[in-house]
């Protein structure tokens, strides 16, 4: 029996580190879910200096922001999800750079010594007293992105069990590594599989959302996590149903780690 079938008919807010990782990690259940239930999107850094196009990324932080947000704004438009940016600076803004902003492992000391920590620990408790949701879904922190990490322990540590919370894979970077070297590391940190859910039928509109994000997304990161679906369909659905692209969601007892 399908556990996110519960799902229908609910309130869920999709928490997102930054514009973009929801479309990219589960675009295809945002499709499926937003004709039958209530999806409401919290974006925690909207601000940032980093863009892919050269052009855009020497336009300033100010402008760059600005992009990223209206992107953010269509892709909820075009599924009927209110959108809740708390306009917090990402690692780009904050003393971070393509180094270190990423860890090989979880880095307690990291969460610490950052002032943001604490912030996003109160804007997302402002929000989600605000918005009383049933489901809260959140990153696994795949890739240790310091910004995601950040996300992760606040969740974490406001889940209060008034709300389920389950977690997505990280994209692009959950599919930087095999699936059996992504499990391992999440079972190790006491995760276990909630679902996995077929996306063939919402693909198209996955893709079209991703390809709306131009100033973060080039056709490498769009084939990776079009292959990404496409490996968790093979190793998910290897019985009985024919499924072509999946997306998966984790469960953890949330004592963070």
Same mark, same amino acid.
């Given at each position: ?14 928490? !997102? ?22 999806? $409401? &999107? &919290? ?7 980093? @863009? ?8 300033? +932080? ?50 610490? /010594? ?7 620990? $109160?804007?997302?408790?402002? &929000? ?5 949701? /049933?489901? %809260? *879904?959140?990153?696994? @922190? *795949? ?30 970077? +959950? @599919? ?6 992504? $499990? ?8 276990? %599989? ?5 996306? /063939? ?7 079209? +959302? ?9 056709? $490498?990161? *769009? ?9 968790? !369909? ?8 024919? &499924? ?14």
């Amino acid at each position: 029996m399908s556990r996110i079938k519960d799902w229908y008919g609910k309130r869920l807010t999709l928490i !997102a580190p930054h514009p973009d990782d929801i479309a990219y990690s589960i675009g295809g259940f945002v499709s499926q879910l937003a004709a039958v239930s209530t999806l $409401e &999107v &919290v974006t925690v850094f909207t601000q940032s200096r980093w @863009a892919l196009p050269k052009s855009l990324r020497n336009s300033g +932080a100010a402008i760059i922001s600005e992009v990223r947000v209206k992107e953010e704004q269509t892709f909820c438009q075009n599924f009927k999800m209110k959108l809740y940016p708390l306009g917090l600076s990402d690692s780009s803004l904050s003393g971070y750079d393509d180094g270190n902003e990423r860890q090989l492992q979880f880095n307690q000391k990291q969460l610490t /010594d950052d002032i943001r920590t604490s912030i996003v620990l $109160e804007k997302l408790h402002q &929000v989600l007293a605000e918005s009383n949701p /049933d489901i %809260v *879904i959140a990153p696994a @922190a *795949i890739g240790h992105h310091i910004d995601h990490q950040i996300v992760h322990h606040a969740i974490c540590s406001l889940q209060n069990h008034q709300w389920q919370l389950a977690f997505y894979e990280d994209l692009p970077y +959950a @599919a930087e590594f095999t699936l059996d070297i992504l $499990e391992k590391q999440l079972t190790e940190r006491k995760f276990r %599989v909630l679902e996995a859910i077929g996306i /063939d039928q919402t693909l198209a509109d996955k893709y079209a +959302a991703l390809s709306h994000y131009a100033s973060q997304t080039d056709q $490498e990161t *769009i084939n990776a996590i079009i292959a990404h679906a496409q490996r968790l !369909a093979q190793t998910c659905f290897h019985t009985g149903k024919t &499924v072509h692209h999946a997306e998966r969601f984790w469960e953890k007892s949330c004592q963070y780690q």
